[in-house]
Every structure is written in structure tokens, then in C-alpha cells.
């Protein structure tokens, strides 16, 4: 996928040659590659691949829909490599909630990626809700949204990123 | 008053350059203005009509006389001299300029200040009622968890794009002078026999063009578990709550396609996977923020002061204050004084100008513990005062035009800022509030009517709540035309109703006419001390449609009684 970053331990960086491919119908990239061995598929072709034991070989991600249930996913999550979450529009907020599911309480660890409508101003939000990695809109320079991850990201509340709330924390005065 | 350690400051300072540069974004041409929409609103910026206004927080209606202070500056300086304080217990500003936002940002910040998510889909200001604290039949003071509930609820990175606006409210007194109802969640908070704090907590409430009264979720909710409760109430919300259509993406209608008791089960299992988890309060945490909400230093008062007592006998004007705009204090020998900031048809309710603003943190200082309250009548409120300064007292909000003896009456009007000001209104509510204003000017009939609201909504939108003013107002635009439709029996508070409409609708130089009606119905039916709403819920509707009906208000064309159907068309919706 194009435009999009990556972060190792909460620190942003620029992905070149970035080998994943949407082929979801409805979110399909027309600039990724089809034949891409690095392939995010909608959850009815894994389910199909399921059937057939393809998904045991290959790289493969699957892609939620919004209104998804992050649940579903339970029996592949040690073996997907990435996972994408989409944001129809940036102000559709129900692709946090799914990342908070599918890391905090489904424990998955690999790659979880924000598509979609993804914009500098929502990536600190986006990260602490356990998103790992950015595809971000394509007319938007990378440069400019790295400055959303290393911007305000401040908050009281606990996170995937910061499990323990500010109130367990604030008396030793981090 | 809670104080900001390190961290609250760190957060606001860090947030207003964070708005800083999306406002320079904005300005340059990078974001456009769909992009910059939910992040201004976040940052209490609407866009009006003929300016940005800007609604700054007052966390559940509690400032400083110092906080006050810069709420006044902001008005002498950036706006037209004054502000206008909200049925959130918020103030907004009508005449601001979006250059100057951040450096008005900057003042609130340097003052433990700000104006975060006092707009957008997210949740809002925490509200409670003006004597929070201080109220004699108050069981403890509901502060402090507001203060817990605000700082999680502040940036939460999962919740800042919900489908739509999302409003808490929190009582601790029965009678309930915070509207709780109509909240999407309402909090009741008590102690059990053995003195723990639990919650009982309603969900699904809301006004605007669906009312409904929220109902109860859950009973008896130990207090550690209110912020993983919330969470899952609003992961559910989140996750499952329309987001195809506005006008029905609250959580109110949630609520209500599942029912209340599926809904709560799904926050039921939702919350027994969080609630054994590091989001559970700590006792710790209780005390560190219910230290900044320790009970002032009062005296030892005696229960009759003869001073006080004497100035009641010798001036029935100050007695008639007394009557209205002061409230029972826990505190022997106290009072707490509202300042109406309805006079009368020279000035909108809730506006307040920048110098009354510095008057008023002044007699706080000097008569009270430098403290002021916000109600959500949009009335301002000195929590601690001796009787014995009363008088006083009196005597100077009177000279500043805050002490209209009228509290609680019918000019104690609520009103939105309307087609004046706002862009989605399309009626405007300050005309018709000024006719009725200046129709009921007679202090002491109004003190004959006894306790009566009067809301008034210039949309369908209901920010002036007028589904539970005893009388409510709503303004409704027919091909061009202003006209008001009129609702009786709506409550809030314990008792709370929504009203029910008597009829066609009204052009505005009918509706003084109409009310007065109302008000004759009243006075014929009504038994002893029997106020408005409990002749209302009484006798029903018919002898007040018989009334207001049975001759011509005025000349005028009627419109039919189906505007609501009407209003249903318009597209205006608050952000």
C-alpha cells in the first residue's frame, strides 16, 4: 500500500515499499498490486481460502468492515500478519473500538492498520487505540501526518498503549 | 474547587498549541474547512451565523472568582462586552474571530481553563445542579465524580468520534435540580445503609426532536465501577448506534429499539469483561479530587440572625428577593443567592456583560469563598452566603441589575440563543421571550403564580428545553413564517414530564396573549398552594384549550396543530 507509516514501538517512520495489497471489493486499491503475494482480503475470501486450507500458505491480512465484530476473528488471530480496520470517513469512530477489542481484550499482537479516511489530526487517537500502522489518504504528504504522531497525546483515560489509567500512575509524578 | 496539578496544565497548555497549528492549517488553505469542522467543534467552536462563537467550559457549573475574572476579560476584549452562560452551565462567546481562538484558548489555559469537547460528537460537559455541595437536602456532594467522569472523558481516544453528542448529568438530591432525565446518561449518586457510594444509572434520555426520558440501567452501581460502566455504555454506543442518519444516531434511540432491558444486558456483558481491569477507581483516586472539594472554613452561625431578621420586617421588596433567589444551605447561619440573569425584556437570559462578570467574582470574593456557580436556568449563583450579608448584598446585585426577585417564576425564562444568533435555529426565541417579558412585568403577580418554567426552543433542536418548562415554547417556520407552538405539563426534576402540545401553533404577537390565558386557567382551577404543573397534571389539558381557543388570540390565520410534522422537514441540526 501506498502513503502509508508504520511504527516500531510507537515511533513513526515513512513505509517504502510497503508489499500489502487490498483486495477487498469495496475498499480495493486500484494502485496495489493484484498479484501481490502480500494480499488483505475481506473476511468472506478468508473464509472461503478457509475452506479450500489455502490461508495456511502465503502472507495474508484480512480487512473488517466498520459494523464488523472484531470477535469473529478468534481462530486466526496468531496467524494473521496484519489486520485493517477501515475508516469510511474520519469521523466514523467505530474502528476504535474494534482496534481497543481485537488488542486489549483478544490479545492480537501483529500489524493492525488504519484505512480509509485516515488523517493526520485522528492518528495520535488512532495509536493509542492500538493502531500500529497508517494508510494514510493519499492526497495527504506523509511528512505533514508524521507530525500527528508526534504531536498532542495526551489523555486521563487508559488505552491499549497505556493500560493503566493516569490515576494509577499520577502520584508517582510520570 | 479542584485543582490542576501538573498534568491537568500540561494537558490544556499542550492542547491549545495542538489548536494552534490547526488553526494556522485551517487559515492556510491545508485543512479544509469539512476537516477542520470536528476539530474546531472539539474546541468548542461553532460557526454562527455572523460570527464564530466560542463555548467555553465551566466543568459541572463551578468557577473561581479568578476563572470569572477571565471569562469577563474574554468578554471586554475579544467579544461585544458580555457572554451568555448555557442550559450546560457553559458560557459561550457570540463575536469571536478564529485568529484570535488560540490566544483566547491561551488565557483560559493559564487559568486551569479550557473549551475542550464543549461541542461535537463526543462527550460533553459533565453537568450537575448549581448547589452541588452546598444544598441542605443533598446526600454528598456529586462534584468529585464529575471531576473523575470530565478528566476520563477528556480525550479518550476511543470516544471522540461517537455517532452523535453525548451528555451526563449527576444529582445527588432527590428533588434532582439537574435535569438528570434528560441526559443520555443520568447519574444518581447515594450511600447505601453502610455508607458506600453507588450510583444508579439511566440511560437513553434526550431532548431535541425525539424527547424521551431515560430510564434505569442499572441500580446500586458500586462507585469504583462508574468509569468502566460508562465505558461500556458507551463502547455499546459506539459500536452499535446509528450513524445513516443525524437525527437518529443519539443513544436514545438505542435505547429505544432494543428496549432499556436489552440494552442494559448488552452493557452487562460488555462490562463483566472491564470491570475487574486497572480502568476500576481507587479510593486513592476518590480522595486525591475530593480534597479540592473539602467544605470551606464556615462559622459557627446562629440559627436566627436579628439583623436579617429585621430587615425582612422593614422591606418586603428584600423579602420577596429572599423569597425566590435564595436557597436552604447545609450550613447553619448560610445561603445560597442566585443572580438572575433574566431582568427583564432589556436583556437576554443569560447574557451577562463583562463588567457584571468582574462585579460579581468581586462579591464573591469579598462575601463568599471566591467561588461562583453556573445553573443550568442559566442564572448565576454565590453558594455561601451569611444571612447576615444579605442584605447587603441585596442592595448591590440589585444596583447591577442581577437581583430580579423572580427565580423560579415565570420570567426566570430559559431560552436558546435562536435565529438571532445561531445558524440552525429558524425561528427566533429572544422576540418572543422579550413579548412575554414585558407582558408578565407585574413582580408581584408573578409571585401570586408561584413556581412556573418557562422554556423556550427556537428549533425543533430543543436547546431551550422546551419539553420539560412547565410551559414550553417551541418556534416552528411555516413557508417563511414565524410561528410558536405551545406545550404545558413538561417537568423536570424528580417528577420530570415531557409537555404535551394544546394546539395550533401561534404568530408571536399572539403568544403573550396565549400564556395569559394559561395563566387565568390557572388561577381559576387552581386549589390551595397548588402550583402550575400540579393543576396541570390534575385537571389534564382541556380547560386550558377551552380557554385558549374558544375565542380568537388574534386575527391572524391559524396553522394547523400538525407542525411538528412540518418542523420534521428541517434540516438544521446542532453539532
Known sequence: MKNTIGTVKGHASVLHDDPWSL?????????????????????????????????????????????????????????????????????????YSQAYLLRGRYGYKNDLRAVGDVLRDQLAAMRHCGFTSFAV????????????????????????????????????RL | MYKYDEYDRALVQARVGQFRDQVSRRLSGELS??????????????????????????????????????LA???????????????????????????????????????????????????????????????????????PMAEIIRQWSTVNPEFLFLPRKFKIAISSSECDRAAVRSHDIGLYLYRDENGEMLFNVMVGGGLGRTPILNELAK?????????????????????????????KARIKILVKSL???????????????????????TPREYQRVAAGFEPPAYEQLN?????????????????????????????????????????????????????????????AARYGFSEVRVSHEQNLVLPDIRKQDLYSLWKKLTKLNLG????????????????????????????????????????????DLGDLTLNISGCVNACGHHHIGNIGILGVDKKGEEFFQVTIGGAQGKNSSLGKVIGRAFRVEEVPETIDRLLQTYLDYREVDESFIGMVNRVGLEPFKERVYKTEVGKTAALSSDTEVNAETKTGVPV
Open chain 1, 23 to 95: 483486495m477487498d471489493d469495496e475498499a480495493l486499491d486500484k494502485s496495489d498490486d493484484q498479484n501481490s503475494r502480500y494480499q488483505i482480503l475481506s473476511l468472506e475470501s478468508l473464509l472461503a481460502l478457509e475452506e479450500t486450507g489455502e490461508s495456511q500458505q502465503g502472507q495474508y491480512g484480512v480487512i473488517l468492515h466498520p459494523d464488523d465484530d472484531p470477535e469473529l476473528l478468534l481462530p486466526w488471530l496468531d496467524s494473521l500478519t496484519i489486520i485493517a480496520l477501515q475508516f469510511p470517513r474520519f469521523s466514523d469512530g467505530r474502528a
Open chain 1, 137 to 172: 489518504r493519499e492526497d495527504k504528504p506523509l511528512t505533514d501526518a508524521l507530525k500527528g504522531l508526534n504531536g498532542f497525546d495526551m489523555i486521563y483515560a487508559r488505552s491499549v498503549t497505556h493500560p493503566e489509567p493516569l490515576f494509577r500512575r499520577r502520584h508517582l
Open chain 2, 33 to 70: 474547512e469539512e476537516e477542520f469542522l470536528p476539530l474546531r467543534l472539539q474546541n468548542g467552536l461553532y460557526l454562527q451565523k455572523q460570527a464564530y462563537m466560542l463555548r467555553v467550559a465551566n466543568p459541572y457549573g463551578t468557577l473561581s472568582a479568578d476563572q470569572l475574572r477571565v
Open chain 2, 73 to 143: 476579560r474574554i468578554a471586554n476584549e475579544f467579544d461585544r462586552s458580555y457572554g451568555h452562560f448555557t442550559t450546560r452551565q457553559n458560557i459561550q462567546f457570540n463575536w469571536i474571530e478564529l485568529e484570535q481562538v488560540p490566544d483566547i484558548l491561551q488565557l483560559l489555559a493559564d487559568h486551569d481553563m479550557h473549551a475542550i469537547q464543549t461541542s461535537g460528537n463526543c462527550v460533553r460537559n459533565i453537568t450537575t445542579e448549581a448547589f452541588a455541595g452546598v444544598a441542605g437536602d443533598e446526600v454528598m456532594d456529586p462534584r
Open chain 2, 219 to 247: 441500580k446500586a452501581l458500586p462507585w469504583q465501577h462508574i468509569l468502566t460502566y460508562t465505558e461500556a455504555v458507551l463502547r455499546v454506543y459506539n459500536r452499535y448506534g446509528r450513524r445513516d442518519n443525524k437525527y
Open chain 2, 259 to 281: 428496549g432499556v432491558e436489552a440494552f442494559a444486558q448488552e452493557v452487562e456483558r460488555e462490562w463483566e469483561l472491564i470491570k475487574d481491569s486497572d480502568a476500576e477507581l
Open chain 2, 303 to 363: 440559627t436566627i440572625d436579628l439583623e436579617y431578621g429585621a430587615w425582612l420586617a422593614r422591606d418586603p421588596e428584600f423579602g420577596l428577593w429572599v423569597k425566590t433567589n435564595t436557597q436552604p444551605h447545609k450550613v447553619t447561619g448560610y445561603a445560597s443567592v442566585v443572580l438572575s440573569t433574566k431582568p427583564g425584556s432589556n436583556s437576554p437570559p443569560g447574557d451577562v456583560t463583562g463588567n457584571q462578570m468582574y462585579a460579581v467574582a468581586d462579591l
Open chain 2, 404 to 447: 430580579t426577585p423572580n427565580v423560579g417564576l415565570l420570567t426566570d425564562v430559559i431560552a436558546c440563543p435562536g435565529g438571532d444568533y445561531c445558524a440552525l435555529a429558524n425561528t427566533r426565541s429572544l422576540p418572543v421571550t422579550r413579548a412575554i417579558q414585558n407582558r408578565f412585568d407585574n413582580i408581584d403577580f408573578l409571585h
